[in-house]
């Protein structure tokens, strides 16, 4: 019961093939002479062409629902669950037989099974699932750990607080779920055309109808010419108003600025994501893996005392040569690209949660936080304020009087990505809005929103605590857009107006989002608010095409003077219009505005 674009192909269609069929049998019958014009083949035609146009935007769309699911398995499915105060009677049991007050064991490189706090132990764990920082943290006791993270280098003993739909990762599952089903489907630009056009092409047709039997009543040309005109002309109306090309307007425009995107990295999932990103003017980005690189790297040595830098680092590469913890990893990594010869250590010991210590050219070295250094001794010196916006290692050597001297920082940090500060300023000259929204602590998220740009900041924001910062946009009026690349982000990338994720991010937030980022240039964000502005302009454009001949048209048909050549000429030059239009889009410069 309304007035769609579907009403005028289904009535254009039907009457092509109604009319076309009774006047073949009538003539075969001998119902009246010959027919000179049968309209099967427009009829198949419009709906071939309005089918394809279907067909094509169908294979654009995609499910979310496996990528749920795989979510769901990120967390385990068997716990070690402990009977009595010794580890080693710990018994694996399926976590779904778990209650809250259970304890568990959690060993290193295992995944915490359920929400809980520790009761016992130290360990670093890596929560870059939850929160996207690819830094690890120390958790101790009292501490809380989130089920599905990983225990990286200690032993913990875990109370159970929350189980099944309770944890955090089933309530980023919901909130994902919730936001894609609470999405109100865009409504096609062709049904607002149509909800005008279709009314007055059946006022035409009715009108044209009533004019012809005047016109034969006055006239009295006879009954069977009379319901002839009158047939003839009604039906050329609403064929003539039935664009052919509308099947190719939507589809061919879409199918050209999705092979534009792709060259360029950007993967469009979801078609009606083109027509919400041309209407967003606020834009939030993830900061780690989005804004910046996603892995630790070195950004600073810093001498407390006359120690050369280079000694520093040296020795702290040293320490942690045998270490697995990333933090680690980026010392040594940092050594050896400034050619730096690492010493090898004896007497290593891994201290979990803290750091490392190491027996080094006969002296013992500490590497890690101030924590590690005050259990081993008495610290005899401060360390500079200036750091304090980068995680840092201690690096201190171990007196025989017991005290500890520390005598370098080594500043560790997520680098900005080169084309971030360069994608912002894109942004910017769209008129374009920029958020940074992350869980990272505010004086690393001021540094990073310094560097590129970006108008606002929203730090140490909880995964469903970003979910909610983009509601609050959202109830401002503002049509909002969310940038990321982890499960942490998924609920905000499902809640956002338009989802765009990195191809480099998680399964779940590559399924999220309407719009994928394959190549690591974030200029691509820009560049797709750009390309989905141009498409929805080539769209308007091919609707005109489409349109414009049978508009004109429909006044001869009304008089009776529409000749076939004149409809096939009118399809002919709408379909090649649109799809010559279309092709104008791999012309258009998507980097200037």
């Known amino acids: 019961r309304t007035t769609n674009m579907d009403v005028l192909i289904a009535m254009g269609a039907s009457v092509a093939y109604l009319y076309s069929l009774i006047a073949l049998v009538g003539e075969e019958r001998g119902w009246w002479g010959h027919v000179e014009h049968l309209y099967f083949m427009e009829s198949i035609g419009i709906l071939a062409l309005i089918s394809i146009g279907h067909w094509l935007e169908a294979r654009a769309r995609d499910k979310t629902g496996a990528a749920i699911h795989e979510l769901m398995r990120i967390a ?13 009677d710990a018994v694996r049991v399926p976590v779904s037989t778990l209650h809250v007050g259970d304890r568990v064991l959690v060993r290193p490189g295992d995944r915490v099974p359920v929400d809980g706090v520790v009761i016992d132990g130290i360990s670093h764990i890596d929560e870059s699932m939850i929160t996207g920082e690819p830094i690890p943290v120390s958790r101790t006791v009292g501490d809380a750990v989130v089920g599905g993270t990983v225990n990286q280098d200690g032993y913990l003993q875990v109370r159970i607080t929350q189980v099944g739909s309770k944890t955090v990762l089933a309530q980023i599952v919901d909130m994902v779920e919730q936001a894609q089903t609470q999405k109100a489907p865009v409504q096609r630009l062709t049904d607002r055309i149509a909800a005008i056009f279709v009314p007055a092409v059946l006022i035409i047709a009715l009108v044209t109808g009533i004019a012809w039997f005047i016109h034969g009543q006055v006239t009295g040309i006879g009954s069977a010419a009379m319901w002839a005109n009158i047939a003839n002309a009604v039906c050329s109306v609403l064929i003539i108003a039935c664009p052919c090309a509308l099947g190719l307007a939507v589809p061919a425009a879409i199918m050209v600025g999705l092979g534009r995107g792709a060259r360029r990295g950007i993967l469009i999932r979801d078609i ?31 001498p407390i005392g006359n120690t050369p830098p280079e000694e ?19 010392i040594v990594k940092h050594a050896r690209e400034k050619g730096i010869s690492i010493p090898e250590p004896s007497g290593f010991n891994n201290e979990a949660g803290l750091g490392v210590s190491a027996r080094i050219e006969g002296k013992t070295y500490l590497v890690g936080s101030e924590q590690l250094l005050r259990q081993h001794g008495r610290l005899t010196s401060g360390f500079p304020p200036q750091a304090a916006d ?78 909610e910062v983009v509601k609050r946009m959202q109830a401002d009026g503002l049509k909002v857009a969310m940038v990321g690349d982890g499960i942490n982000d998924a609920p905000a990338l499902a809640q956002a107006d338009l989802g765009i994720a990195l ?3 998680s399964d779940i937030a590559k399924e999220t989002g309407q719009i994928i980022l394959v190549s690591p240039s974030l200029k691509n964000v820009a560049v797709a608010m750009r390309l989905s502005q141009a498409t929805m302009a080539k769209i308007r454009q091919n ?51």
């Open 76 to 88: 385990p499915t068997v716990a070690f669950k402990m009977a009595t105060d010794d580890p080693a």
């Open 272 to 302: 009606d994501a083109i027509q919400r990103a041309e209407k967003i003017k606020t834009i939030i980005f993830d900061k780690t893996g989005t804004i910046t690189v996603g892995e630790p790297t070195v950004v600073d040595v810093i």
């Open 312 to 330: 520093i680092l040296r020795i702290a590469a040293g320490a942690e040569l045998f270490s697995s913890h990333p933090l680690g990893w980026a």
């Open 390 to 467: 980068h995680t840092l290692a201690h690096v201190a050597r171990k007196n025989p009087d017991g005290t500890i001297d520390r005598f370098g920082l080594i500043a560790i940090s997520d680098q900005v990505k080169p084309d971030s500060a360069e994608a912002i300023s894109m942004l910017h000259r769209q008129k374009i809005r920029t958020v940074l929204l992350t869980g990272d602590n505010r004086a690393a998220a001021t540094t990073v929103a310094k560097k590129v740009g970006i108008d606002e900041i929203h730090a140490e924001v909880r995964p469903d605590g970003k979910a």
């Open 503 to 505: 191809g480099s991010g």
């Open 543 to 593: 609707l005109f095409l489409a349109f414009i001949y049978n508009v004109l048209a429909i006044p001869l048909a009304a008089f009776g003077l529409l000749n076939p050549l004149i409809a096939a000429a009118a399809m002919a030059l709408s379909d090649v219009s649109v799809l010559g239009n279309s092709l104008l889009l791999t012309r258009k410069d998507l980097e200037r505005h």
